[in-house]
Nanobody
Framework: QVQLVESGGGLVQPGGSLRLSCAASGLTFSRYAMNWHRQPPGKGRELVAAITRAGDSSIYADSVKGRFTISRDNADNTVYLQMNNLKPEDTAVYFC?????????WGQGTQVTVSS
């Protein structure tokens, strides 16, 4: 069974930082591109960041560019999202997604709340 388990969320003040982790199992991790999505309260899910299978290229939503960094460790089957200079509008449930040409999988999400 494929499992993606996010961790690292929590409550942080504006300007603070968090690092999210997503541990994958039940799949050949290096054959999947990995994405981070988020869903603010009452809103739809949006792509935040994406990284290639080898971790040699990444893209970001304009709203997080320069503040967030996606990375992966294929030896540990884990993808990360480093979030710096957090803003209240970053408040959302953050989801990890694994994607290849044949399938995609979602984690259950981790809550990030940015508030003073």
């Amino acid at each position: 069974q494929v499992q993606l388990v996010e961790s690292g969320g929590g409550l942080v003040q504006p300007g603070g930082s968090l690092r999210l982790s997503c541990a994958a199992s039940g799949l050949t991790f290096s054959r999947y591109a990995m994405n981070w999505h988020r869903q603010p309260p009452g809103k739809g899910r949006e792509l935040v960041a994406a990284i290639t299978r080898a971790g040699d290229s990444s893209i970001y939503a304009d709203s997080v560019k320069g503040r967030f960094t996606i990375s992966r460790d294929n030896a540990d089957n884990t993808v990360y999202l480093q979030m710096n200079n957090l803003k209240p509008e970053d408040t959302a449930v953050y989801f990890c997604q694994a994607v290849n040409g044949q399938a995609h999988y979602w984690g259950q999400g981790t809550q990030v709340t940015v508030s003073s």
